[in-house]
């Protein structure tokens, strides 16, 4: 599996299946200062190119401490729906805190949403209670994970990773490592754990399908290191709920 190098296959799997409705989770902990310009035109250019398609809804939220929601609901992903929301995607900024759990259950109370994007730059705040409680909220819900790294930071640690991973697995989601060189352009992104499932009609109010497209990537290191097997994710899952 090849790493992906360039922005657009990024794009590609954030914008996800056709039909496929998106909400679009960022961290904007103090933590995510430093790589923030960079998501932004990384989100920017994935809502262009899924409003290209025309048959999907988005929405975009951000957590730190406080929730903060573009729309109260998902809106029809077009050109001219997302010009309207640059301005507020420009303006977003950072503050302290980190409550993803909030963010997630503001984006899956959604009936209309079929998956979620979250891009994180650090591990969420109540790690247990957020794993304990994501699978009920997503209900068949993929929420894929990308953990953003600038090219001089140090590789996440073991422990990290494993986390990461058991969050996306709970909903059967895909778990990425996207990094960034010092100048905020995209270096490499490492896949950890990619889930493949069918398209789900655009008419469809929820979905059990995984909206990411198959890409070939190719780990950093062998496959063993890189990929959980399902019974250590699980024992991963147990020791952070009983924390």
Known sequence: MDQMKSEADLVQVLTGNPGCNIAYVLDVSERARAVLGSVKRLLIQTLLAKASLGDALFNVITFSETVHCWS???????????????????????????NA?????????DPACHAVQLLCTELPEQQGLLLRSLPALAACRPVNVCYLLLGSSSPPERSTRDYLLCLSQATRGSCYLIMFDLHGWLEKVIPLHIESQPSVPASQAKCC??????IKTQPASPPSSRLVQPGRCSVSIRLLCAA
């Open 72 to 98: 109260q609901a998902m809106l029809p992903c077009l050109p001219t729906t997302v010009f309207t929301a640059l301005p507020w995607v420009n303006s977003i900024s950072c503050s302290p805190g980190r």
């Open 101 to 109: 759990l909030a963010a997630l259950k503001a984006a899956l109370s």
């Open 209 to 214: 399908s995984h909206c990411t497209s198959a």
